[in-house]
T-cell receptor, first 116, second 115 residues
């Protein structure tokens, strides 16, 4: 069965510091990978996605992620975090549904706290 | 404005009282889906729909029903709610393209409490 693991439940970083959120997936074929962000009390917003091609993908708000097939990973990075980045981050993998199209399996999320 | 709307946003009800949470999208998306979010479990898919009159179970469908009679609407029905269905519910929609992954657009969420 397809699965996504986000090993860090909660991460605290200082404003201006770099950030890396880890995501590992289990999938039997080439996955479609996503990172979503959920601000407090809000729905989910797509940060970036990987379908094929360049394994380093750029997203919104200065985020990037790198797909590493050999490590089954899709870690999210940002060189310098801002207080507004405090949120919960979800990694998701697209997998085949009964209709031949993909459906998403989400990780359990990583809560990011920013300290001044 | 392109969006997914859900109503109500907050609902407190009692065990066994049937309820419906509505979901509507104005982007002409074929695909719609319902998720529930619980602490420590992330988002789990309840049901999804590939188009009008085409629905299928997700990972946690027990206790829920859905229907897709119009492309824009995808209501979630709890025939006899129980306390273990207390959760935060999200509706999402997306285009579907053969062989290409898709971005899901999420509604603002419905917080349901069943006492």
């Amino acid at each position: 069965a397809q699965s996504v693991t986000q090993p860090d439940i909660h991460i605290t970083v200082s404003e201006g510091a770099s950030l890396e959120l880890r995501c590992n997936y289990s999938y039997g074929a080439t996955p479609y990978l996503f990172w979503y962000v959920q601000s407090p009390g809000q729905g989910l917003q797509l940060l970036l996605k990987y379908f094929s091609g360049d394994t380093l993908v750029q997203g919104i708000k200065g985020f990037e992620a790198e797909f590493k097939r050999s490590q089954s990973s899709f870690n999210l990075r940002k060189p310098s975090v801002h207080w507004s980045d405090a949120a919960e981050y979800f990694c998701a993998v697209g997998r085949a549904s009964n209709f031949g199209n993909e459906k998403l399996t989400f990780g359990t999320g990583t809560r990011l706290t920013i300290i001044p | 404005e392109a969006q997914v709307t859900q109503n109500p946003r907050y609902l407190i009800t009692v065990t066994g009282k049937k309820l419906t949470v509505t979901c509507s999208q104005n982007m002409n998306h074929e695909y719609m889906s319902w998720y529930r979010q619980d602490p420590g479990l992330g988002l789990r898919q309840i049901y999804y729909s590939m188009n009008v009159e085409v629905t299928d179970k997700g990972d946690v469908p027990e206790g829920y029903k859905v229907s897709r009679k119009e492309k824009r609407n995808f209501p979630l029905i709890l025939e006899s709610p129980s306390p273990n269905q207390t959760s935060l519910y999200f509706c999402a929609s997306s285009l579907t393209q053969e062989g290409v992954g898709y971005e899901q657009y999420f509604g603002p969420g419905t917080r349901l409490t069943v006492t």
